[in-house]
C-alpha cells in the first residue's frame, strides 16, 4: 500500500509465473487492476510503493531461479516504461524498501560479500552504506540504516549512524533479531535528532538525553527474542552514550510473526503466531496501548502494509480451502473488505470441510512437538496418508492454503504437517533443537509421526508415504534411509541428498550461513556422512519421485541427480521430474499443476500396490480444531 492509501499494489498468481498488479483506491473500492509489465520471464517476488507514491519497486526471479533482480515501474496508469535499478550480474539483488526517494537493497556478489545499498531509481546511482560477508540491509532511514548479522539461526542486528556502528541489543548467543524499523516524529519519516525534554522523559523517563547533542539519538523498534526463548517486540535507542532498550509488546503464548508501523507514528500493526494461527493485534504507539485482537478472515495471515495514519490495514489472508488473497481493515470499524474479488483460483476440498486438527505427539526422547492434521472427506474412501514436510529447517506448518492437499484429500489421502524439532514459530529452544549432531532426533521425529498416524488409527501401516521441499525434501530421504520399513512411497522437491556436495555446490552465502545449523564441510565431514541420505542410499527401498527445478541455485539440481542416478544403478523404483524453467520453489503455475497430478498418481500407485489392514479412527488423541472462518 502507498503511503496515502490511493495506490495498491499485490502479486497475483493465475497462469504462469506470479505477476504484479496495481489497483488505484477510491475510499475502500478498488479500481480493476493494471498489469505491472517488466520485460524479465520471471515470477515476481516483492512489490514496495516510494514514499511519495511515484514508484514502485518490483524485486523479480529471473527463470524461476534463486537470484533477484530490481525493476522499476511508475504509478502512471498511461507510463509503460519498466528498466532495472540493480547492477548484479552474477550476484542477487534483494528489495529490502526505501530511504525517501532512493532504494534500499541488498546486493549480495558471487562470493556472498553483500552490500548495502540505496539506490537512486531514476539513474541507478548507487551509494554503499555497508559491505561485508553475510551483511543484510533491514532498513534505512536519513542517514542510519539496521544491517543485519551473524549466520541462521544467531542473527543481530547492528545500528550504522554516520561512522558509528553500534550493536543494537546485547550479545546473547543463540538468539534471533532479524526485524527492524528505524522511528522518527514526524510525517515524512526523519531521525528524532531533537526531541523535547517533555518528550525524551515521557519514552524514558530513567534518564535525560541532551538536545543539543549534534548526533541526537535514533530509534528502532525491533522483533527479537533476545533476552528470552520467544519473539517480541522491543524498543531500542542509540545515543552517544550506548543504547537503552524495553519491551513494548510480548505474549507468554506466542510468537510475534511480523510488525509495521504507520510513518506518523500512531499506530502499530502486530500479527502473532500462536500454534501456526495468525492473530492481528493493533497498538497505539503514544502510550503502547493493545487493542483486542482483530478476528482475521482465515486463520493465517501475512505481508502487513499500512496507510501513513493508521486508518488502513492491508495483509494477506488465507486458509486450508481458502487461496491466498489480499484483504483491507479499518482498525477502527474492525471491518473487512477484500481487494481482489474475482473467484480465487485452485482446487478446494469437495463438499464441507471442517479444517484439519492440531495434533500434539510425544516423541520417543519425550519432547512434544505438533502438527496439523487434514482427514479426507467423511464419503470417501481410505486410500492412504502423506507425512508432508515443510522447508526451512525454520519453516513451519500452519493451516494455510497448499494447492496439492485437496485433491489428495479428495481422493482420500490423510496428510499430517508436523513441525519437527528445528521448526519456527515455537520460541529459539526448539528452533535450536535439531542443530548439527541434534538432527538425528529431527529423523526420528518424522518416524514418530508414522507412530502416531497408526496408533490413532488414522492410517494403515503399510500405506504411508512421507514427501517435503526444499529441507523438507532432504527429511524425507533421511526419513527413508534411517526408518525405510516405514513408508510406501517418497517424494523429494529440491532436497539435499549430500550434506558435503550440497555446500560444494550452492551460493557461497547460502553456504556459509548454514554452519550453524548443518555444521562445517570440513570440521563437521564426519557428522556430514553420517547424516547424507546418498551415503545411505542401499537402505532406500521405497519406491521414490525426485522433483527439482534446472535453475535451482539454493539446492543444485545436482542434489537429486545424484540420488536419481544411485537408485536406478541399484534397479529401484525411482522417478525424476525436472522443470526446465523454474527453480527451488516451483514457482509456474503450470509446473506446480503437472506436479501436483504427478504426485497423486504416484502416491495412489504407491498405497494400491501395497499391502493393507483395516483400521480405525483413534480415541484420546489432543486436538484443536481450526476453519477458515477462525
Same mark, same amino acid.
Given at each position: 500500500? $502507498? ?10 498468481? &493465475? ?17 480493476? $487492476? ?29 527463470? !524461476? ?11 502512471? %496508469? ?27 537493497? #541488498? ?21 554503499? *552504506? ?52 528505524? @522511528? ?10 531533537? %526531541? ?32 528470552? &526463548? ?39 500493526? *502486530? ?22 485482537? =482483530? ?80 482427514? %479426507? ?15 526451512? %529447517? ?30 519456527? +514459530?515455537? !520460541? ?16 526420528? &521425529? ?7 498416524? =497408526? ?5 494403515? /501401516? ?23 520399513? @516405514? ?29 550453524? /545449523? ?30 527439482? +527445478? ?27 521430474? @525436472?522443470? /526446465? ?42 486436538? #484443536? +480444531? ?5
Amino acid at each position: 500500500m $502507498s503511503p496515502d492509501a490511493r495506490v495498491f499494489a499485490h502479486i497475483v498468481d &493465475d497462469v504462469g509465473y506470479p505477476r504484479a498488479v496495481q489497483r488505484f483506491l477510491r475510499g475502500w473500492r478498488a479500481s480493476s $487492476s493494471r498489469d505491472v509489465v517488466l520485460p524479465v520471464d520471471g515470477p515476481v517476488t516483492r512489490v514496495i510503493h516510494s514514499p511519495n507514491d511515484r514508484w514502485l519497486a518490483c524485486e523479480v526471479a529471473p527463470g !524461476g531461479g534463486t537470484c533477484t533482480q530490481i525493476w522499476m515501474v511508475t504509478t502512471d %496508469p498511461d507510463d509503460p516504461s519498466a528498466w532495472r535499478i540493480d547492477r548484479e550480474e552474477n550476484g542477487t539483488a534483494e528489495l529490502v524498501g526505501w530511504d525517501g526517494a532512493r532504494v534500499a537493497a #541488498i546486493l549480495t556478489e558471487e562470493n556472498g560479500i553483500g552490500s548495502s545499498c540505496l539506490i537512486d531509481p531514476s539513474d541507478g546511482n548507487c551509494i554503499v *552504506l555497508d559491505k561485508r560477508s553475510g551483511g543484510h540491509l533491514v532498513d534505512a532511514w536519513a542517514g542510519a540504516s539496521l544491517v543485519r548479522v551473524g549466520p541462521r539461526g544467531y542473527h543481530e542486528l547492528i545500528l550504522l549512524h554516520g561512522l558509528t556502528e553500534t550493536a543494537l541489543l546485547p550479545s546473547d548467543p543463540g538468539s534471533n533479531t532479524e526485524a527492524g524499523i528505524i @522511528l522518527d516524529d514526524h510525517h515524512p519519516r526523519r531521525i528524532r535528532c531533537g %526531541p523535547t525534554g517533555e518528550q525524551t522523559r515521557r519514552f524514558y523517563p530513567h534518564k535525560f538525553y541532551d538536545i543539543n547533542s549534534p548526533q541526537g539519538y535514533v530509534r528502532c523498534l525491533v522483533r527479537s527474542d533476545n533476552g528470552c &526463548d520467544r519473539a517480541r517486540l522491543l524498543e531500542a535507542t542509540a545515543t552517544e552514550d550506548g543504547v537503552v532498550y524495553h519491551v513494548v509488546a510480548e505474549r507468554p503464548d506466542c510468537e510475534l510473526d511480523e510488525f509495521i508501523v504507520s510513518d506518523d507514528l500512531s499506530t502499530v500493526a *502486530l500479527l502473532w503466531n500462536l500454534h501456526g494461527v495468525s492473530e492481528l493485534q493493533m497498538m497505539s504507539f503514544l502510550d503502547y496501548t493493545l487493542q483486542e485482537p =482483530i478476528p482475521l478472515p482465515g486463520p493465517v495471515a501475512s505481508e502487513l502494509s499500512i496507510s501513513a495514519t493508521g486508518s488502513m490495514v492491508a495483509l494477506t489472508v488465507e486458509g486450508p480451502s481458502m487461496p491466498r488473497t489480499v484483504e483491507l481493515v479499518d482498525p477502527r470499524s474492525r471491518e473487512w473488505v477484500r481487494i481482489e474479488r474475482e473467484p480465487s483460483r485452485g482446487p478446494v476440498v469437495a463438499g464441507h470441510s471442517t479444517g484439519p486438527t492440531l495434533e500434539t505427539i510425544t516423541a520417543r526422547d519425550g519432547l512434544t512437538f505438533t502438527g496439523w492434521l487434514y482427514r %479426507p472427506p467423511a464419503w470417501v474412501a481410505h486410500a492412504g496418508a502423506l507425512v508432508y514436510l515443510h522447508g526451512g %529447517p525454520e519453516g513451519q506448518a500452519r493451516p494455510g492454503y497448499d494447492e496439492f492437499f485437496p485433491d489428495l484429500l479428495n481422493a482420500g489421502v490423510t496428510v499430517f504437517t508436523p513441525n519437527v524439532r528445528g521448526s519456527g +514459530g515455537f !520460541g529459539r529452544s526448539f528452533l535450536h533443537a535439531d542443530d548439527k549432531e541434534k538432527r538425528f532426533a529431527a529423523i526420528d &521425529d518424522v518416524a514418530d509421526c508414522v507412530r502416531f498416524l =497408526i496408533e490413532g488409527g488414522f492410517a494403515e /501401516e503399510n500405506r504411508i508415504a512421507c514427501a517435503g521441499r526444499s529441507y523438507g525434501g532432504f527429511l524425507t530421504l533421511a526419513a527413508l534411509t534411517f526408518h525405510p520399513e @516405514l513408508f510406501a512411497a517418497g517424494v523429494s522437491i529440491c532436497g539435499m541428498s549430500d550434506l558435503s556436495t550440497f555446500y560444494r555446490n550452492t551460493e557461497p552465502w547460502i553456504a556459509e550461513a548454514a554452519f550453524s /545449523e548443518y555444521g562445517h564441510p570440513v570440521h563437521d565431514r564426519a557428522l556430514f556422512e553420517q547424516l547424507s541420505p546418498l551415503r545411505r542410499v542401499d537402505a532406500l527401498t521405497a519406491p521414490l519421485l525426485v522433483v527439482h +527445478g534446472a535453475n535451482d541455485t539454493n539446492v543444485p539440481p545436482s542434489e537429486s541427480e545424484q540420488i536419481v542416478e544411485a537408485l536406478r544403478e541399484r534397479g529401484r523404483d525411482v522417478r525424476f521430474l @525436472l522443470f /526446465e524453467d523454474d527453480g527451488h520453489d516451483i514457482a509456474k503455475r503450470e509446473n506446480r499443476e503437472t506436479l501436483a497430478t504427478v504426485l497423486g498418481e504416484w502416491l495412489a500407485t504407491a498405497f494400491a500396490s501395497a499391502q493393507t489392514t483395516p483400521g480405525a479412527p483413534g480415541a484420546g488423541i489432543h486436538r #484443536i +480444531g481450526v476453519t477458515d472462518a477462525q
